[in-house]
């Protein structure tokens, strides 16, 4: 396990966290949850039939009781839920469409986390993002002055650490929503302990290209600084002036960041995509994540070819987030 899981294992000594799994009768989330809820770090509530849940669990050889097990279809306060997802949902739907839809685990999981009975969910084992992401944003929803969900990769390789952003979420974001994502992924890196030096990227620096690829990440800039003055960032760049000091000295000498950025912005969905997994492969980092970002409360997606440790992993980062 990396030093970052360490960091955040610290964090979450006393923490009392509880975190809701959709995907209760999954080996992978099993084995995890049953590590999560040995080490007392955190509090797994395990979604599901129960004797299923506990028949699964005996034949992966693993120990869920210290899991809390909830059934959606024998849970005392259910009316309850009805009632206030009919109101969150603003009269879209009826209670007897509420009643359908929150026997869905990942709507009943996610009304768990809204209604604080869990601090935030983990879910895409056997699920697609969109049904993970679809639920959050329909009740936890984005923060205030947030439009937008976006994702993020933690790039950690021995004592080095990087945020990567839009890695996961939005395929051709704006000038608006880039601004969005540089804000949001500077909480992110403080509370992974990185200290936030934001470079927006391009394949520009400084004006070395004109565009209306090159205008947007200019623009985004002006309205990143405008939202929140306090930020240390700049661009556009390419990644070799934010990240050498001495490429950024030639060809960016009076930049705020000087090659030492620790946060990256991508332009778009394929560049963060290709740049996170060049410096997984090419350079060793470990990739953490996607971690999303911007919603009230924190629901994290997982691959489906997700493996037992990155449940486990994921679970210490939604806590560490909540």
Do not use: W
């Not at 992978?28 to 028949?55: F, H, M, N, Y």
């Not at 024998?74 to 209670?95: H, L, N, W």
């Not at 944003?137 to 650490?161: A, C, H, P, W, Y």
């Amino acid at each position: 396990m990396s030093n970052l899981f360490e960091e955040i294992k610290d964090q979450l000594a006393n923490a009392d966290k509880k975190i809701v799994f959709p995907e209760g009768r999954d080996e992978r989330i099993l084995t995890a949850a049953s590590q999560l809820g040995a080490s007392g770090i955190v509090t797994p509530i395990l979604l599901g039939d129960k004797g299923e849940i506990k028949q699964q669990a005996e034949s992966a050889g693993v120990n869920v009781s210290a899991c809390e097990l909830i059934d959606p279809h024998d849970f005392p306060e259910f009316d309850e839920m009805i009632d206030v997802f009919v109101k969150r949902r603003k009269g879209k739907v009826t209670a007897d469409e509420a009643r359908q839809t929150l026997l869905d685990e990942n709507y009943f999981g996610t009304m768990l986390v809204y209604m604080d009975k869990a601090d935030g969910l983990v879910s895409g084992a056997a699920h697609s993002t969109a049904d993970t992401v679809r639920p959050a944003l329909q009740i936890i929803k984005t923060k205030e002055g947030v439009k937008k969900t976006s994702g993020v990769f933690i790039m950690v390789r021995n004592d080095e650490k990087y945020v990567f952003a839009d890695c996961a979420i939005n395929v051709n974001p704006d000038s608006q929503d880039l601004a969005e994502i540089a804000a949001e992924s500077a909480n992110t890196a403080k509370l992974f302990r990185v200290d936030p030096r934001i470079a927006m990227l391009s394949f520009s620096t400084k004006g070395s290209a004109q565009s209306e690829e090159t205008e947007k990440v200019v623009n985004a800039l002006e309205l990143a600084k405008e939202k929140n003055a306090s930020l240390v960032i700049d661009g556009e760049f390419q990644f070799d002036a934010a990240f050498v000091p001495s490429v950024a000295a030639k060809k960016a000498p009076n930049a705020v960041i000087k090659g030492d950025a620790s946060v990256f912005i991508f332009p778009s969905l394929e560049a963060g995509n290709i740049g996170y997994k060049i410096a997984q492969r090419l350079g060793e980092f470990e990739a953490v994540g996607p971690i999303l970002q911007g919603l009230n409360k924190p629901v994290n997606d997982l691959s489906r070819g997700c493996s037992s440790e990155d449940v486990y992993n994921l679970a210490l980062i939604t806590a560490a987030q909540a």
